[in-house]
Structure formats: structure tokens, C-alpha cells
């Protein structure tokens, strides 16, 4: 605030063990982290501040924010954003509040899923509607796809946060697309753990949705719905071959902005997986931050940067740990069009074959996302 006063914009600093990052919206609400896990950078923390300020407006409204009449209402009717905002502060199993793309799982039988949804969409009036499994979006319809962000984030990420319920009816307004005016969220849920998800203005009515609907477009296809569930943490279908050394792996589309996810493969091995995935998110804030160009959508370049960003790599790794061979985990992250891949891969894997690896790894990923 001192410094604003001059005219000069501060927007983090560091104590020994401690990152403070602090930040303006709408000239109304600012938001301040700290940190103190180890490694933190001020890009992960630069986009938690984005995805809490996304959370405050989804479920209060960019009006209530910016214009405030009552500050002890505005308390109030904030406790509603809480249940999300702590999930992002928590060791969450999804990834897309950092790298602000859509958790995804890949389904067994993903053509019938998206038919059938279809389908529902058009009779139940709406055209906005996803299925979505322990947060991460299994099939969702075209109009659903092109939600901007971060609402097309946060809107699974709150289905995937809230207790288990049948039905719900819910107000929520789109940071991006309307932020002063609430749509409906309804949520149905088709089996323990996945849900249907309509986004609708004031029709229809949730009781419209009844069970006979539902079942004349779900129940022929209970089987393919019941192969979703296990898909939560595994993102990639049963038998998907991956190699051996393979610990986990995280696959961005950066200009559909969909990510697939999993810290599975190979769970019985160490590291755990809470450790696998903070290893995942110090390694993408640093390939984003310091390697790669960056992702489409984030603020333009200075003509310096660009310059100096003339020759992008398309491929780094890293080793952790002691340097004897056969020891420490290997990072890996790779580019190739609009897709990154990062892998983490067991101590067995030797370095001179990583970009082999991730590149195979790569092609054989690329027709599910």
C-alpha cells in the first residue's frame, strides 16, 4: 500500500523461508498468500490468488465484489466460496486450478457417452452439460467445452468439493461469462461418485428431470458409466499401455486447455503419491515459468522476451536425488505442437533414453486428448 501511494507496484516479496504474493482485483479485493512450503514459486501462487478471486465471484457475484455496500454480508455470503477455496490450499489429486486447464479422464467407451449425452442435452433444453467424475470431466457437450476460463475449471472442481447429494440445484455466476448475472448449476447423480451436470438459465425445472428420463438415456448404459468410476485417479482406461518406468504422468492440450493427470502407474513403488504430486507441481511451475513459451492466453511479451525467447527448448529433464546411476527419479517434459507431456519416471530409466521415451509416450497418448 505504501508503494502504491508512489506510484510503484510491489506484488511479492520473500523472508528467509516465507513467499508473500498479493493481488488487485477490480480495484476493490485484494487477496494476499503466504507460503512457506518448500520450492513454492510465485507463479503457483500467482494462480491460486486467480483461482480463490474465480471462486469468491462464482459463487457471490462480481456486483457483491466490486461494489460493496455491507462488509459483514459480504462475510457472510463468502462462506459459501470457502469449501472450494480450501480445496485448492489442500494436497488436491487434480492438477487444473496450476496449470488452468480441465481435469479429464479418458472413458473405455467414450462415443456412447457422448451420444447419449447429446441426446439428454437436447431433451432435457439445455446445451450446456457435462459427466464428471470425482471432479474431472469424463464427457461433456460442445457448448460446455467452449466455457471460458476459469469457470470451465471451477465448475467440476465445486461438483468434485461439495458432499455427496442426489440432486442439486445451485446459483453461480461464470467469471468470465457472467459475472453479475447467476445461472443454474443442477447436478444428478447417476452413480456413487459420477454426476450429470446442466448449466441452464431459470428453465428447466429440476424436477423436470425425473428418474424416467434419466433412465431412458442412462440405464442402457450403466456398464460403460460403472467402467468411469475407478477412472478418477487413473484418467487413462484400464490396460493402457505405458512403460514400466513410468510413475506418472501429466498431459496438457494447451489449446483446448483439457489436462489428463495420474500418479497411478506403478503405486506400489516410491515415492507416494501426495509426493509424486507435489513433485509434479514444482516441475510444471518450473518448465512454464523458465523453458517453455508461454501457454496461449497469458499476458503478451515484452519485445525483449521475445527476443530472448527466439530459440524455445522443445524438451528438458531433471534427476533428483544422488548422481551415482541408477539413482534418483527422472522428470521429463516435452513439447510438441500444442501438447506438453511431463513424466516422472523411476531411477532405472537412463537419461540418454528420456526423450525417446516421452516422445513415444507422447504419440501414443495424442488420440485420447
Not at 469449501?83 to 486450478?97: A, K, N, V
Not at 517453455?292 to 522476451?305: D, R
Request: aromatic share 6%; hydrophobic share 40%; net charge negative.
Amino acid at each position: 500500500m505504501f508503494g502504491q501511494n508512489l506510484e510503484v507496484q510491489l506484488s511479492s516479496a520473500k523472508t528467509e523461508d516465507t513467499t508473500v504474493v498479493w493481488k488487485s482485483f477490480h480495484d476493490s479485493i485484494t487477496l494476499i498468500v503466504l507460503s512457506s512450503e518448500e520450492g513454492t514459486s510465485e507463479l503457483r501462487l500467482e494462480r491460486l490468488l486467480q483461482m480463490v478471486f474465480g471462486a469468491m465471484v462464482l459463487l457471490v457475484g462480481l456486483e457483491e465484489l466490486t461494489n460493496i455496500r455491507n462488509v459483514e454480508r459480504l462475510k457472510k455470503e463468502l462462506r459459501a466460496s470457502y469449501r472450494l477455496i480450501d480445496s485448492f490450499l489442500g494436497d488436491s489429486e487434480l492438477i487444473g486450478d496450476l496449470t488452468q486447464c480441465v481435469d479429464c479422464v479418458v472413458p473405455p467407451e467414450g462415443s456412447l457417452l457422448q451420444e447419449a449425452l447429446s441426446g439428454f442435452a437436447e431433451a432435457a433444453g439445455t446445451a450446456f452439460v457435462s459427466l464428471v467424475v470425482s471432479g474431472r470431466v469424463v464427457a461433456a457437450t460442445e457448448s460446455w467445452w467452449r466455457l471460458g476460463m476459469p469457470e470451465a475449471v471451477l465448475l467440476p472442481w465445486l461438483v468434485g468439493s461439495l458432499p455427496p447429494q442426489a440432486a442439486r440445484d445451485y446459483p453461480v455466476y461464470l467469471p468470465h461469462g457472467s459475472p453479475t448475472v447467476p445461472h443454474r448449476l443442477l447436478t444428478l447423480t447417476l452413480l456413487p461418485g459420477l454426476e450429470l451436470c446442466l448449466l441452464c438459465g431459470p428453465r428447466p425445472p429440476l424436477s423436470q428431470l425425473d428418474a424416467q428420463l434419466l433412465e431412458r438415456w442412462w440405464q442402457p448404459l450403466l456398464d460403460p458409466l460403472r467402467a468411469c468410476l475407478p477412472l478418477g485417479s487413473r484418467a487413462l482406461p484400464a490396460g493402457f499401455p505405458l512403460h514400466t518406468d513410468i510413475l506418472g504422468l501429466l498431459l496438457l492440450h494447451l489449446e483446448l486447455k483439457r489436462c489428463l493427470f495420474t500418479v497411478e502407474p506403478s503405486g506400489d513403488k516410491e515415492p507416494s503419491s501426495e509426493q509424486r504430486r507435489r513433485l509434479f507441481r514444482s516441475f510444471y511451475t518450473l518448465v512454464t515459468a523458465t523453458h517453455f513459451a508461454p501457454e496461449p492466453g497469458q499476458p503478451e511479451e515484452k519485445a525483449e522476451e521475445v527476443v530472448h525467447r527466439a530459440q524455445v527448448p522443445r524438451a528438458c529433464y531433471l534427476v533428483l536425488g544422488a548422481e551415482e546411476p541408477g539413482t534418483g527419479w527422472r522428470l521429463v517434459a516435452l513439447q510438441l505442437g500444442p501438447r506438453r507431456l511431463l513424466l516422472l519416471l523411476s531411477a532405472q530409466s537412463p537419461t540418454h533414453g528420456l526423450r525417446g521415451l516421452a516422445t513415444h509416450t507422447l504419440h501414443a497418448l495424442t488420440p485420447l486428448l
